[in-house]
């Protein structure tokens, strides 16, 4: 069983801060990409940035310049750097794991709880 655990999210005002963490445990062998979704009422999810093995990134274009995804394979975790925060970025914020679960190395995909980020104007 794995899980992912997110923190950092909150209430910041425009302009400021914040940095999301997703935590990766259980049996694990290695993770492949990690991703971060938005979701906010009435809308699909979207996807926000993403990460993979090599650290190669990209970014949905309305966050482009402002936010930045890193990971650190030592401890499981990705995170998600978020600046110059704007009333449009507010949402729940989920992480969304690609992790190698068995010695044979079959990858299965996991969802963290979600954490919610409302940024006021």
């Known amino acids: 069983q794995v899980q992912l655990v997110e923190s950092g999210g909150g209430l910041v005002q425009a302009g400021g801060s914040l940095k999301l963490s997703c935590a990766a445990s259980?049996?694990?062998?290695?993770?492949?990409?990690m991703s971060w979704y938005r979701q906010v009422p009435g809308k699909q999810r979207e996807l926000v940035a993403i990460?993979?093995?090599?650290?190669?990134?990209d970014y949905t274009d309305s966050v482009k310049g402002r936010f930045t995804i890193t990971r650190d394979n030592t401890k499981n975790t990705g995170y998600l750097q978020m600046n110059r925060l704007k009333p449009e970025d507010t949402g729940v914020y989920y992480c969304?794991?690609?992790?190698?679960?068995?010695?044979?190395?079959?990858?299965?995909?996991?969802w963290g709880q979600g954490t919610q980020v409302t940024v006021s104007s």
């Open positions: 969304y794991d690609q992790v190698q679960t068995t010695i044979s190395g079959r990858m299965y995909h996991y």
């Open positions: 990460i993979d093995a090599d650290s190669g990134t």
């Open positions: 259980g049996t694990i062998f290695g993770i492949g990409t």
